[in-house]
């Protein structure tokens, strides 16, 4: 099991001296400052809409952990992407995020909370795992891009996650639309099926729609609801 070597305090100044550093960094001088710096210490999430962060992060570090948020409803897609991604990497470790209970058992005890309370849900669902996978690491990696949602427009490469207690790295936040699938075609990256269909930020089924053309990509989650976020990054 990966274990933190470093305090807070240590870790909180690291970020804030990378942030200077790292803030016109590529991707690749990014991610392979991450490896360097942090080890086996640093895990990249993915959401598995597609490998792109993923492909990224082994180029510098092979082995590399992967977090996986399992909540228990997701498109049968992205847990078939999730699996194909594991083949076709097949150095890297999924480490799936659960929560303490199971689907069942939480609608169960509390209903359909997805539809009744979302940001519970959430909450229960993705920031708790979330929060005590992270426990185990110095840094974790995100493909946070500024140009996802107004809510992210000031995403840095570097930053120091108070929340959480680590350092938080978003080595694509600069990449635009055009770059980001650039790198798709160019390097063969596998991608969410769902994606193809016009699913252009992708959750747990229940509170995932096709955004309206032309719209903000992320408008399809939790459509109809004043919800933006998961609670993972804000």
Not at 44 to 68: E, G, H, K, T, Y
Not at 136 to 156: K, L, Q, S
Not at 157 to 172: A, F, H, Q
Request: aromatic share 6%; with cysteine.
């Amino acid at each position: 099991m990966t274990t933190t070597t470093r305090t807070a305090e240590e870790l909180a100044a690291l970020a804030g001296r990378a942030a200077v550093d790292l803030a016109g960094a590529t991707a690749e001088e990014t991610l392979a400052w991450t490896a360097a710096e942090f080890g086996p210490r640093f895990i990249v999430a993915s959401n598995m809409q597609d490998a792109v962060l993923i492909d990224l992060a082994v180029r510098a570090r092979p082995d590399v952990d992967v977090l996986f948020l399992q909540t228990g409803y997701h498109f049968a897609e992205t847990i078939g992407t999730r699996d194909a991604i594991a083949l076709t990497y097949p150095r890297i470790r999924i480490v799936n995020a659960e929560a303490e209970q199971s689907v069942a058992d939480q609608e169960a005890e509390f209903g359909p909370l997805n539809r009744t309370a979302p940001d519970r849900c959430c909450h229960l669902r993705k920031v708790v795992p979330l929060r005590r996978t992270l426990a185990r690491y110095e840094a974790w990696v995100t493909g946070v891009r500024r140009v996802d949602a107004p809510t992210r427009a000031n995403t840095p490469i570097v930053d120091w996650d108070e929340r959480n207690g680590l350092v938080k790295v978003n080595p694509i936040a600069a990449w635009s639309d055009a770059e980001f699938n650039a790198y798709i075609q160019a390097n063969g990256i596998l991608e969410n099926p769902l994606v193809s269909e016009g699913y252009l930020s992708i959750g747990c089924a229940p509170c995932t729609a096709k955004p309206l053309p032309g719209a903000d990509p992320r408008s399809g989650r939790w459509a109809g609801l004043a919800k933006t976020e998961c609670g993972l990054h804000g």
